[in-house]
């Protein structure tokens, strides 16, 4: 009498299946390459018939709607159940949207140059590669550049998480009549980065002034008698330290590849979460995207409990503030003016209630920008 077979348990793992063979496997993602590369073809088709939709404009920038955009980056991240990450498929949408946009004529954008900054990774990580950048000499020249139309957008670092604000983009606002249509959020890491790629041969070290702040305390542990040398950007400091084998400069990985320089040591920055925000300058506001903030200049008149009382509306009115940070308004000796994002758009009931109460408490109110939330 044969015997029997007990049943198999329920905790005994299934029958692993056969490898699959590569070959089979590399034809199915060959499929997939092929119905990908026709689907983005499709939705460039679709881009031109917006362009014609909106009728005969003149120039790529009449074509650019950043609240659009967002909203499209933000279904994506809903959409995202992996595996790939998050950061990774804002990075191949941005890059299709640019692609699509540039169809009718690529976006010039300004940036504080020259090649391989940081301000050019953020106009990239904005724009897409398919953006035209313009690399500029200074934030002036900058905001020069967009509001003579020489320019369609510019981006401008604003501030870092652990230096604070930059001080010359905000002074620029006092009296420039550009919008802040957006804003970027870059993760800086800093290298040091030499001819040679020796540590040992130093002597100097040329690199923005933020960012030698930055890793004070690496290059004072590492590099206590190198001579440190401030210069305008950091690309600046790259293009400086190729001429000699004594000279290093901190600047981002990039630089080091533009400017043929070899990796010394790196990140070397002193916090690890350090990070900078730009701004994306426009000539218009545009219309909510659904998760903005929105940038004021509000002017204080100089009398007892002025700044309490031009805060005030906005705790009224639900309106959370993000930041405020105070500048010599350059209209009268000892006299301040207030910069000011709050959470939500210009055209919100909330923030608009808030604004019209604010104006019967301050000298005057500018609006400088209301524009998406930074992504990742």
């Not at 640019?98 to 724009?127: D, I, N, R």
């Amino acid at each position: 009498m044969a015997t029997r077979r007990p049943p198999r348990s329920k905790a005994t793992p299934p029958p692993v299946p056969a490898a699959p063979v590569l070959v089979e496997v590399r034809e199915r993602i060959d499929a997939i390459d092929r119905q990908i590369q026709a689907l983005i073809a499709e939705r460039a088709r679709w881009a031109h018939q917006v362009g014609k939709a909106k009728g005969p404009l003149k120039a790529a920038v009449d074509y650019y709607r950043p609240e659009r955009e967002a909203q499209v980056l933000r279904q994506v991240l809903d959409r995202n159940d992996g595996p790939l990450s998050d950061e990774v498929l804002l990075r191949v949408f941005r890059e299709i949207m640019s692609a699509c946009l540039a169809q009718q004529e690529p976006l010039k954008v300004g940036y504080l140059g020259p090649e391989g900054t940081f301000s050019q990774q953020a106009m990239q990580k904005h724009f897409g590669h398919s953006a035209k950048g313009l690399p500029l000499a200074s934030i002036e020249e900058v905001f020069q550049e967009v509001e003579a139309g020489h320019a369609d957008f510019g981006v401008v670092p604003v501030e870092n998480s652990g230096q604070g604000t930059i001080q010359s983009t905000l002074d620029m606002f006092l009296a420039s009549p550009l919008k802040i249509c957006g804003e970027v959020e870059l993760a800086v890491h800093q290298h040091l980065l030499s001819r040679s790629g020796r540590l040992e041969d130093i002597e100097r070290v040329y690199s923005h002034p933020m960012s030698l702040a930055q890793c004070k305390a690496w290059l004072r542990q590492h590099l206590p008698k190198a001579e440190k040398i401030p210069v305008a950007s950091n690309a600046e400091a790259a293009r400086r330290a190729r001429g000699a084998d004594d000279a290093a400069a901190i600047a981002g990985e990039n630089a080091g590849h533009v400017y043929g320089l070899k990796t010394v040591a790196g990140p070397i920055e002193d916090r690890p979460d350090n990070a900078t925000r730009f701004l994306v300058l426009g000539r218009e506001l545009f219309p909510g995207s659904g998760h903005d903030r929105t940038s004021l200049l509000v002017y204080v008149r100089d009398q007892p409990g002025a700044l309490y009382a031009v805060l005030s509306p906005f705790a009224r009115h639900g309106v959370s503030m993000n930041r405020i940070e105070s500048r010599p308004s350059h209209t009268g000796r000892w006299q301040y003016a207030f910069f000011i994002d709050v959470s939500g758009h210009v055209e919100d009931a909330a923030v608009a209630s808030a604004l019209a109460e604010l104006g019967e408490y301050a000298a005057d109110v500018r609006v400088l920008g209301a524009y998406p939330v930074a992504l990742l």
